[in-house]
């Protein structure tokens, strides 16, 4: 069973935001990303929006060069404005071939 080294990028942010994260991960060059709903609480405190607490966490396996590419979009285009937390981390997959 051959591994690969690859980058999780994981984010976190107000669910109204999901399309246009969605459509900057795609730009970007993930091939798929993984969607959840989330609640919490943070340094902005616990927001109140539509729906009380609603997050979303979007979760992609892709190449240094992408993580990259996402992180620096979403950080140009919505940190200054929303409550949103990105985060990189080095993972091993099994079949690292889809991701990279």
Do not use: P, Q
């Amino acid at each position: 069973m051959e591994m690969t080294r690859v980058k999780l990028v994981t984010i976190i942010a107000e669910s109204v935001l999901e399309d246009g994260l969605v459509r900057e991960i795609r730009k970007a060059g993930a091939t798929g990303f993984t969607r959840s709903d989330v609640r919490g609480e943070g340094s902005r405190g616990r927001r109140v929006g539509d729906v009380e607490g609603a997050n979303v966490r979007l979760e992609c396996l892709v190449s240094t060069e992408t993580a990259d590419r996402i992180t620096e979009a979403v950080a140009t285009r919505y940190f200054e404005n929303y409550a949103i937390v990105v985060y990189v981390e080095d993972v091993t997959v099994v079949r690292g071939d889809k991701y990279v």
